[in-house]
């Protein structure tokens, strides 16, 4: 049975600095398309961005400006969301999830992990 454990997450200041991991047991990552997610409380949950196993990446969030980065790292099994200058709002749960579809199938999203919490405060 595929499982995703994210981790990564925590407490941090604004302006600073994390990276998520998504990894996999069960299955092997690199033939899904990867997605990250996640959801404020109170909010409905957003996607973040997302990677196809050729690599091609999507940025789902409008207000990005270029702060959220994915990757994969195929021989580790493990896909990444850097996420640099991180601002209170992006507070939140960070899911991946993974799909046997392209990126813009965001809806069809087949596989998640349980989340990992951010939390930007000073």
């Known amino acids: 049975q595929s499982q995703l454990v994210e981790s990564g997450g925590g407490l941090v200041q604004p302006g600073g600095s994390l990276r998520l991991s998504c990894a996999a047991s069960?299955?092997?990552?690199?033939?899904?398309?990867i997605g990250w997610f996640r959801q404020a409380p109170g909010k409905e949950r957003e996607g973040v961005s997302c990677?196809?196993?050729?690599?091609?990446?999507?940025t789902y969030l409008p207000s990005a400006n270029g702060r959220f980065t994915i990757s994969r790292d195929n021989a580790k099994n493990t896909v990444y969301l850097q996420i640099n200058n991180l601002k209170p709002e992006d507070t939140a749960v960070y899911y991946c999830?993974?799909?046997?579809?392209?990126?813009?199938?965001?809806?069809?999203?087949?596989?998640w992990g349980q989340g990992t919490q951010i939390t930007v405060s000073s």
């Open positions: 999830a993974a799909s046997t579809l392209g990126c813009h199938w965001i809806n069809q999203y087949d596989y």
């Open positions: 069960g299955n092997t990552l690199e033939y899904f398309t």
């Open positions: 990677i196809d196993p050729s690599g091609g990446t999507t």
